[in-house]
């Protein structure tokens, strides 16, 4: 992962009050604004136009109801999978790019702990890549439509990819880790490489777990590659 000398700030209530600028949120928000979802954690009511109710957290909770709408995703899909809404941070750190050039933004205390498990990574002879840190509803709910247009039926890309407001990539606490040279990141491969070993005995020391292992609760694919920082290490 490239490494910014000095980590910069990037205050991340403009992105929501911007939110419906994006061509994605606008589709959205044409969608019913009267809806419901169950999450795993509570509900979620919706019955103010997104266009009117400005407040940022509030255009985030419209925006997840009228994303699931237009995808078709089942009102308590969440609550079935007791998937707990991941909301975006007030503000983060970018610090470096991802695989793809894209500002590697993580919230403040997870970005100090990823920073220092990086070092660590580094004296052992690692040179981690991030594949993927955060990602706005936006970007979430283009990669469920996409797989859709491909054909894919809705249950079987919910295994691959969260639904729009409960990925933990949102939360700015999770990353999809490589290694320099892999030829094919983002696959059970990753598994048997040495640094994904490392992660296994030293990520929990840094506050980062492996978030989806084989036959996980909420019903994701195995996913070696997605470590998520907590500050609770039993959250």
Same mark, same amino acid.
């Given at each position: 992962?490239?490494?910014?000398?000095?980590?910069?700030?990037?205050?991340?209530?403009?992105?929501?009050?911007?939110?419906?600028?994006?061509?994605?949120?606008?589709?959205?928000?044409?969608?019913?604004?009267?809806?419901?979802?169950?999450?795993?954690?509570?509900?979620?009511?919706?019955?103010?136009?997104?266009?009117?109710?400005?407040?940022?957290?509030?255009?985030?909770?419209?925006?997840?109801?009228?994303?699931?709408?237009?995808?078709?995703?089942?009102?308590?899909?969440?609550?079935?999978?007791?998937?707990?809404?991941?909301?975006?941070?007030?503000?983060?750190?970018?610090?470096?790019?991802?695989?793809?050039?894209?500002?590697?933004?993580? &919230?403040?205390?997870?970005?100090?702990?990823?920073?220092?498990?990086?070092?660590?990574?580094?004296?052992?002879?690692?040179?981690?890549?991030?594949?993927?840190?955060?990602?706005?509803?936006?970007?979430?709910?283009?990669?469920?439509?996409?797989?859709?247009?491909?054909?894919?039926?809705?249950?079987?890309?919910?295994?691959?990819?969260?639904?729009?407001?409960?990925?933990?990539?949102?939360?700015?606490?999770?990353?999809?880790?490589?290694?320099?040279?892999?030829?094919?990141?983002?696959?059970?491969?990753?598994?048997?490489?040495?640094?994904?070993?490392?992660?296994?005995?030293?990520?929990?020391?840094?506050?980062?777990?492996?978030?989806?292992?084989?036959?996980?609760?909420?019903?994701?694919?195995?996913?070696?590659?997605?470590? &998520?920082?907590?500050?609770?290490?039993?959250?």
């Amino acid at each position: 992962m490239a490494r910014a000398r000095h980590p910069r700030y990037h205050d991340n209530r403009r992105e929501l009050t911007d939110l419906m600028r994006d061509p994605w949120a606008i589709a959205c928000q044409s969608t019913s604004s009267l809806a419901i979802i169950h999450t795993g954690t509570g509900t979620i009511s919706s019955t103010t136009s997104p266009s009117v109710d400005t407040t940022p957290d509030n255009r985030f909770l419209c925006e997840v109801v009228a994303c699931h709408a237009a995808l078709g995703i089942p009102r308590d899909y969440a609550l079935t999978r007791s998937l707990p809404l991941e909301t975006p941070p007030p503000f983060w750190i970018e610090d470096g790019v991802d695989l793809q050039g894209r500002p590697v933004r993580l &919230a403040p205390e997870a970005s100090r702990a990823f920073r220092a498990l990086v070092d660590a990574a580094r004296d052992a002879g690692f040179v981690p890549v991030v594949v993927s840190s955060y990602r706005s509803l936006a970007h979430q709910a283009r990669l469920v439509r996409q797989a859709l247009d491909r054909g894919q039926p809705l249950e079987g890309v919910l295994r691959r990819i969260a639904p729009p407001g409960f990925s933990e990539h949102h939360s700015g606490r999770a990353v999809d880790l490589s290694v320099a040279g892999e030829r094919e990141p983002l696959t059970e491969a990753f598994e048997d490489t040495a640094f994904y070993r490392w992660l296994g005995e030293r990520a929990g020391g840094f506050g980062f777990r492996l978030s989806y292992p084989r036959n996980n609760r909420a019903g994701f694919i195995y996913e070696p590659w997605h470590w &998520a920082y907590r500050a609770d290490p039993t959250a």
